[in-house]
């Protein structure tokens, strides 16, 4: 609670915070969801680096683009699941299916690699195998997917 007391303090700009469900262990807790709404304003008696950290925060919680590892065509893969939902719920912004093994995904032409992508990407949804999670987390970090 305190952590989550110092967020808020910290960056004047979130409206609103839910955490949902949260889990409490002996050793520790764990944040199934959360949801953020930021304001559209600066912070009060701003510095570069609450700037920075404010702006990637905003990048996070609405991205105007999303590269989605692991799209798939198969309904019933959770890579399916996600881009179906993105696509039919009208995401605003740019989609970037990566697949390795797809020319396009869903109707929209897909990247095997994210290095592929020539755009600014906001954010990464990583939907792969556990053996390529890191793999993919290291790509996202090259593509400065924050």
């Not at 002996?26 to 969801?33: L, M, W, Y």
């Not at 600066?42 to 590269?67: G, M, Q």
């Not at 939902?85 to 897909?110: C, D, E, M």
Request: glycine letters at 6%.
């Amino acid at each position: 609670m305190f952590k989550v007391s110092a967020l808020v303090i910290k960056y004047p700009g979130i409206r609103e915070l839910d955490l949902n469900p949260v889990f409490l262990y002996p050793e520790g807790n764990r944040t199934i969801d959360a949801r953020i709404f930021l304001e559209n304003q600066e912070p009060k008696n701003p510095d570069v680096s609450l700037k920075k950290e404010k702006s990637s925060l905003r990048n996070l919680f609405y991205p105007n683009s999303i590269a989605v590892l692991g799209a798939s065509d198969k309904p019933g893969k959770l890579g399916w699941n996600v881009f179906h939902n993105l696509l039919h719920h009208r995401f605003a912004g740019k989609l970037y299916p990566v697949n390795v093994k797809a020319q396009t995904v869903q109707g929209i032409p897909a990247f095997s690699k994210v290095d592929e992508i020539e755009d600014p990407v906001d954010a990464a949804i990583i939907l792969v195998p556990a053996a390529q999670t890191l793999q993919a987390f290291e790509e996202c970090c090259r593509k400065g997917i924050k």
